[in-house]
């Protein structure tokens, strides 16, 4: 009798034990539509179904025309619930649409923290290697010794230590990138160090910046564009849709449609959440919205409270001058894409944003 119950139970105990040992599934958002890689086919929400304001989001149109905008795309659950495009309304007359292209600014800084990743991912590369391990010895006017301290993880935090406040900040020659603090002790935004990130990557993979974007990034997700040289600057330019995908794939925590376009899921989760602990609402070349202080571009001084109050506190975005902004709100399944001329004369237009959502928290409906 014993052993007939035994010989009953012992699969039951199998089942239980292989059940427990299944891999936990991802924490993304989970029924988000793809839009399909090529053509221009991509689903829509009608916003009466939302119960979203539409009197309201007709000011928000005003707001964007009113602010020199190009283009706005708003997906929720990747579906198009608002695209609209205001280029022949604005004062230069120059027709905008749906496949025009424009450029990224450092918006384009998320897709470079993403190759980093996708780098490491294969083993070409470690965030704490020197960064001399791949620019080689003299890239910057350091001594050997302090130069060997700096690596690509400095470089993706903006925490070199190298000074921002020489003449021109874009400009990566070695002898315009000189010592101003142990590396990891300061935050500044300075573009000259972030940019040598795409020679990083270049030498580390054995492949061209703009090859291995298209072979391991756009292709995957049906990106298009191209990086092009502006003075020291490497910037993206692309249509809007472009960067709405590429908000997509990180909305989804690096899938697409099934498949894993970005499998490091602990550099992705740390790309954009505090990197370091002298700019809160810093993470990997990504802004994090909602900490309880936050830096600016070319000053020192810490703010306290979030950068766009009006926003949601799980707001991260790639944020350019002129106001290109990609942005991902998870806990409501958004991505927000504004492209088109500077609202102000800020680096960064961190307030436009927040006015934004200030006109956005109207047409949303009550949480």
Known sequence: MFRRLLSLFIPLI???FSCSEKEEPDNGPSNLYFPPLSGNTWETLDTQGLNWNLQELNRLDDLLEANGTRAFILLKKGKIVREVYFGSRLASNQPYDQNSLWYWASAGKALTATLVCLAQEEGKLDLNEPSSTYLGQGWTSLTMTQEREITIWHQLTMTTGLDDRVGDRDDFSSDNLKFLAKPGSRWAYHNAPYTLLDKVVERATDMSFSDYFNQKLASK?????????????????????SMARFGLLILANGEWDGQKVIQDKRYLEQMVNTSQQLNNSYGYLWWLNGKNSFMLPTIQNVFQGSWAPNA???MFCG??????????IPSMELVMVRLGESPDQSLVPFMFLDEIWQQLNKVLPKM
């Open 319 to 328: 944020l350019g001058r002129d106001g290109q902004y990609v942005c991902i």
């Open 312 to 314: 949601p506190g799980d």
């Open 221 to 241: 997700i049906g990106m298009t564009g191209s990086w092009q040289k502006v003075g020291f600057n490497n910037v993206f330019f692309s249509n809007s849709r």
């Open 14 to 16: 199998m089942v239980f």
